[in-house]
């Protein structure tokens, strides 16, 4: 192509090429502030603002023509569309502030309260022959009647917003993601607000010339959900959004060219096409994505199960047994004998599994839980042959907090309902240092490093050494002094408060 051809080519096409320009530049400037309302919340808002628009423009139409007798013009209008969408902003606060309704419900009324204000007006016969609203136009999109000074409103609009953002980068990241550490450290959360609401009524405005008022929210939250879902970082998220409104507005544009159809529904079509691709095939937050998480997931209630399993018998197992009598629904067995094989708590050996140390001591845990919680639910009054399987579910509930509560509840039983032994308390006696005596079993020694009440009470002094024996009919400790012989019985408060050395 010749520059003649060149030439040639723009004047035929001048209005296509203004409807690429204006549709390039609303839609990075939408991408870009929509990431600020996902982030933010306020999706609805942004409606709330496109709707209530319409009352700015009645209203700059009646006040420059009806009262004044002058000619409305786009930089008018749009500072009439900017004053409603912050009235509205405005409107919201005080109702949400002043009365106990919550701010969606708030939203809801003013906007549609405001956007009804504006049909009103426009309705009445004596003002509809001063106002010359394309309803066509504001409601699906006008983006082939874009003229040389909507491009320049629109490009000074990109300044101002794009101006804004790189300016404000820091304050509209900490509102986003913390607004309360914002306001501590002297950020004006409630200006950044109103800023960023202004910046979302001038896209808005200027966006309702490419895909309308119904659809212009489609534009700002789209491409910014797209990006939300492949980048945790605030600037990638930006870029993404950015590149995602313009791909959606040039591939929907084409679209209506060669469907024959208006270009705003188009455009929303593909950037929702986007979305859903993206949507489907995000390789941390897609769908697919989730679905081979959750297919290969091994829950923990499982892998507990099969640990127990396997210590039940006397710490080793054939896997086909494991698999035969270990199992969960929609979970694989199989899987989980995988996951345990690589976190080093279960090893192969001769056809069989076994646990490991580091297993062992799990299964363990877990089977102190689990006689703990049976002895608990027939302290409760449940029958002994019904504690089993309720404590099957409980035991799972075996954080070291909450087990050590349960067996100081209920006294350090040493058997649960069915006579097996509790294990002992292992955790804080291995980890050495100070332990109540209460945790001693029979056959224990050690050294008292603190008596506390018991010092008076019993006698015992601190850097006795003593012989722990069985526990009594009243679940007493019974205990003789190595050094003096004296026998002492100690009851449950008092071991409690007696800190001793195990040797």
């Given at each position: 192509m010749n520059h003649a051809d060149l030439i040639e080519w723009h004047v035929n096409n001048a209005g296509m090429i203004k409807a690429l320009i204006a549709g390039s530049l609303i839609s990075v400037a939408c991408g870009v502030i929509g990431c600020f309302i996902i982030l933010r919340r306020m999706s609805f808002l942004a409606d709330a603002v496109a709707h209530s628009m319409l009352?700015?423009?009645?209203?700059?139409?009646?006040?420059?023509?009806?009262?004044?007798?002058?000619?409305?013009?786009?930089?008018?209008?749009?500072?009439?569309?900017?004053?409603?969408?912050?009235?509205?902003?405005?409107?919201?606060?005080?109702?949400?502030?002043?009365?106990?309704?919550?701010?969606?419900?708030?939203i809801?009324?003013?906007?549609?309260?405001?956007?009804?204000?504006?049909?009103?007006?426009?309705?009445?016969?004596?003002?509809?022959?001063?106002?010359d609203v394309d309803l066509v136009g504001f409601i699906a999109g006008s983006v082939v009647a874009t003229t040389i000074g909507d491009l320049w409103m629109l490009a000074i609009v990109c300044c101002i917003v794009f101006g804004a953002?790189?300016?404000?980068?820091?304050?509209?990241?900490?509102?986003?993601?913390?607004?309360?550490?914002?306001?501590?450290?002297?950020?004006?959360?409630?200006?950044?607000?109103?800023?960023?609401?202004?910046?979302?009524?001038?896209?808005?405005?200027?966006?309702?010339?490419?895909?309308?008022?119904?659809?212009?929210?489609?534009?700002?939250?789209?491409?910014?959900?797209?990006?939300?879902?492949?980048?945790?970082?605030?600037?990638?998220?930006?870029?993404?959004?950015?590149?995602?409104?313009?791909?959606?507005?040039?591939?929907?544009y084409f679209v209506s060219m060669w469907t024959g159809n208006a270009p705003g529904p188009s455009v929303v079509v593909m950037s929702t096409f986007i979305f859903l691709l993206t949507l489907a095939c995000a390789p941390k937050y897609g769908m697919i994505a989730d679905w081979l998480r959750k297919r290969n997931q091994v829950p923990q209630e499982l892998v507990e199960d099969i640990m127990a399993f396997?210590?039940?018998?006397g710490g080793e197992a054939s896997p086909q047994r494991i698999i035969d009598s270990?199992?969960?629904?929609?979970?694989?067995?199989?899987?989980?004998?995988?996951?345990?094989?690589?976190?080093?708590?279960?090893?192969?050996?001769?056809?069989?599994?076994?646990?490991?140390?580091?297993?062992?001591?799990?299964?363990?845990?877990?089977?102190?839980?689990?006689?703990?919680w049976e002895t608990y639910l027939e302290s409760t009054g449940m029958s002994p042959d019904q504690v089993h399987a309720a404590?099957?579910?409980?035991?799972?509930?075996?954080?070291e907090e909450a087990v050590d509560y349960l067996d100081h509840k209920l006294g350090h039983p040493l058997t649960d309902p069915h006579g097996a032994e509790i294990p002992e308390d292992f955790v804080h006696i291995e980890a050495g240092g100070l332990i109540r005596l209460s945790l001693l079993r029979e056959g224990d020694s050690a050294v008292v490093e603190d008596a506390g009440p018991a010092s008076e009470t019993l006698g015992i002094e601190n850097g006795a050494k003593i012989q722990?024996?069985?526990?009594?009919?009243?679940?007493?400790?019974?205990?003789?002094?190595?050094?003096?012989?004296?026998?002492?019985?100690?009851?449950?408060?008092?071991?409690?408060?007696?800190?001793?050395?195990?040797?």
């Open positions: 009352a700015g423009v009645v209203g700059s139409y009646l006040i420059l023509r009806a009262v004044f007798g002058f000619q409305a013009n786009s930089i008018i209008i749009l500072i009439g569309a900017l004053f409603a969408g912050l009235l509205t902003v405005v409107l919201i606060g005080i109702v949400t502030k002043v009365s106990r309704v919550k701010e969606d419900a708030a809801g009324i003013m906007y549609t309260g405001i956007f009804a204000l504006g049909g009103f007006f426009a309705s009445i016969k004596a003002f509809s022959k001063y106002i953002v790189i300016l404000f980068y820091r304050q509209l990241l900490l509102t986003c993601f913390d607004p309360v550490m914002a306001a501590s450290i002297g950020v004006p959360v409630l200006a950044i607000d109103y800023l960023l609401t202004a910046c979302t009524s001038l896209v808005v405005v200027c966006g309702v010339n490419i895909v309308g008022v119904i659809l212009v929210v489609a534009l700002l939250i789209t491409p910014a959900a797209t990006a939300y879902l492949l980048f945790d970082r605030l600037n990638r998220m930006l870029i993404a959004s950015a590149f995602f409104g313009l791909l959606g507005f040039w591939s929907g396997i210590l039940k018998n270990v199992s969960l629904a929609n979970y694989s067995t199989k899987q989980a004998l995988s996951r345990l094989e690589k976190t080093d708590e279960i090893e192969s050996e001769n056809e069989f599994i076994r646990l490991t140390k580091q297993g062992r001591r799990t299964a363990r845990k877990l089977q102190r839980a689990h006689r703990l404590a099957h579910v409980l035991e799972h509930v075996n954080d722990i024996g069985p526990r009594d009919s009243d679940n007493k400790w019974t205990a003789v002094n190595s050094v003096t012989g004296e026998e002492l019985s100690i009851d449950h408060d008092a071991a409690d408060h007696i800190w001793v050395i195990k040797k």
